[in-house]
């Protein structure tokens, strides 16, 4: 592939959004039609939709993460691991920690970062879900918690754990956190009475948006076992010690999970594409407004529902998105129509721990096992999509 004259495409980020576009290119594309880099911060995919588990502690990271190289074709792709630091749309380059690549059409697929709203202390004092080794991080810290109470047996906040923010993420996390802390108990000799696991959420309900009937199962499931709600309530503050309230009540704790939102990677902004939050509103086609030659996909994309409110980042999203933009990548580099991008939810499903889901699917709301069932369908309806079978089988055991 290297053929000079042969337009050059370069995907930042093999996320949900950029392996699809690869996978999707490596299949359509003619012999030397395109010269096609993939650049990755780490050598593998990780399923972010499964990081909740891992951070908790009730399934191995091992399970959360692809080897790039066994997802696509190295004589179709280049898959160059390293991290972007800086995009260059006016040189139409991008420079990495080891190097730099032009191209002629760029795909932004660099996903999000937590979004901190400037609360104080939280960067430097929570813990966030977003990568594998955020996540090991995580696990690792909460076990030590367990190992330093032994050593202090007066010091609860070892023994309390905070997440903040009742969104999905939120939501989901806490349900396997709930499943963990029995084992964590046992395995410790620890009194579970002791232990305190705290969802903190500013909005007047948890799962803001999402079906009332739902959310008060979740909640109920998830108060079962043993987690205590602070709805209507906003974290105001984030130290060393625990965090603060907005009505001014401390929480002592050395376990701050912050799950309160996020926003789109700073390159964005950086690069000087207009963005709210880091993320660009794309035009029909997923370019960035005013450029034909950098498109943009996943929770970097603002894309707005037809009342004009935007759809939620989420991996859904980032799969549609990168299947119409591989035809979109092929159709500019042959001359050929564009097609506008449009969304289609096939639902949403969000696992409370080990067996216990709710969700709505194609209209209809799902709860318990039915639920939590249909949510390893579709963890494994993703698996097949980037690896087919032999990926299912590998990985599809969770
Ligand atoms: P990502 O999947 O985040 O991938 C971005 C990639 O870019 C990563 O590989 C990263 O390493 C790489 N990267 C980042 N910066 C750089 C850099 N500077 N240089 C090189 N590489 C870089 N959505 C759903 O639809 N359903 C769910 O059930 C669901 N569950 C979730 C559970 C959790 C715990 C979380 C945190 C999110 C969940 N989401 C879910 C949301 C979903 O994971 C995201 O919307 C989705 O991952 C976005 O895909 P993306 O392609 O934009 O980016
Ligand atoms: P989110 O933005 O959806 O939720 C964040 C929550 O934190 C909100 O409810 C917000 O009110 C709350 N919050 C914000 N500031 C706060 C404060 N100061 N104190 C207390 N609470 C505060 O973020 P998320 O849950 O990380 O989800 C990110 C995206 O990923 C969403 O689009 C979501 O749909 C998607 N996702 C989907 C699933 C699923 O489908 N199962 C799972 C996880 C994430």
């Known amino acids: 592939m290297s053929d000079k004259n042969i337009p050059k495409i370069v995907i930042l980020g093999a996320g949900y959004g950029g392996i699809v576009t690869a996978l999707r ?14 650049v990755n911060k780490h050598d593998y995919h990780y399923i972010t939709t499964h990081l909740h588990m891992p951070a908790a502690g009730t399934d191995d990271p091992q399970n959360a993460r692809v080897n790039i190289l066994k997802l696509i074709d190295e004589f179709k792709i280049d898959f160059v691991k390293s991290t972007a630091l800086e995009i260059r749309p006016a040189e139409k380059k991008v420079i990495l920690e080891n190097g730099e690549v032009s191209y002629d059409y760029l795909v ?64 989901e996390f806490i349900g396997e956190l709930a499943d963990r802390i029995p084992k964590l108990c046992k395995e410790f000799d620890v009194d579970p009475s002791l232990v305190n696991i705290y969802n903190v959420e500013a909005a007047p309900t948890a799962l803001p948006g999402f079906d009332p009937e739902l959310v008060q199962y979740g909640m109920e499931v998830l ?9 209507g309530m906003a974290i105001k503050e ?48 997923l370019r960035v407004p005013g450029r034909d030659d950098v498109f943009m996909i996943g929770d970097c994309s603002l894309v707005f529902n037809p009342e004009g409110r935007p759809y939620p980042p989420t991996a859904q999203m980032a799969i549609q ?4 933009l591989a035809h979109n990548l092929i159709a500019s580099i042959r001359g050929t129509q564009l097609k506008e991008f449009t969304y ?10 080990k067996g216990e889901a709710i969700g709505i699917v194609f209209q209809r709301k799902l709860k ?9 369908i579709i963890d494994l309806r ?14 599809g055991h969770f």
Request: glycine share 14%; charged share 25%; hydrophobic share 35%.
């Open 382 to 395: 993703y698996l097949y999509i980037i690896g087919g079978l032999p990926l299912v089988f590998r990985k």
């Open 108 to 171: 932004i697929g660099l996903g999000g970062e937590p979004e901190t709203f400037g609360i104080p202390g939280l960067k430097e004092h929570a813990h966030f879900i977003r990568s594998i080794n955020s996540v090991r991080l995580i696990r690792e810290h909460i076990e030590y918690q367990f190992a330093k109470f032994k050593r202090e047996p007066d010091r609860t906040d070892y023994l309390t754990f905070v997440v903040g923010g009742a969104g999905f993420t939120g939501i």
């Open 223 to 231: 108060q079962n076992k043993g987690v205590t709600f602070k709805i």
């Open 238 to 285: 984030c130290s060393p010690d625990g965090i603060v309230l907005a009505d001014g009540e401390e929480i002592k704790s050395q376990t701050v999970i912050w799950t309160g939102g996020i926003r789109g990677n700073r390159l964005v902004e950086e690069a000087g594409f207009e963005a709210m939050r880091g993320r660009v509103k794309v035009d029909p086609y």
């Open 344 to 353: 289609q939810s096939k639902g949403t499903v969000a696992s409370l721990g």
């Open 25 to 38: 290119l490596q299949k359509q594309l003619n012999y030397n039609e395109a010269d096609v880099t993939l």
């Open 368 to 376: 318990g096992s039915t639920a939590a069932f249909m949510k390893k």
């Open 321 to 324: 998105q990168g299947e119409t």
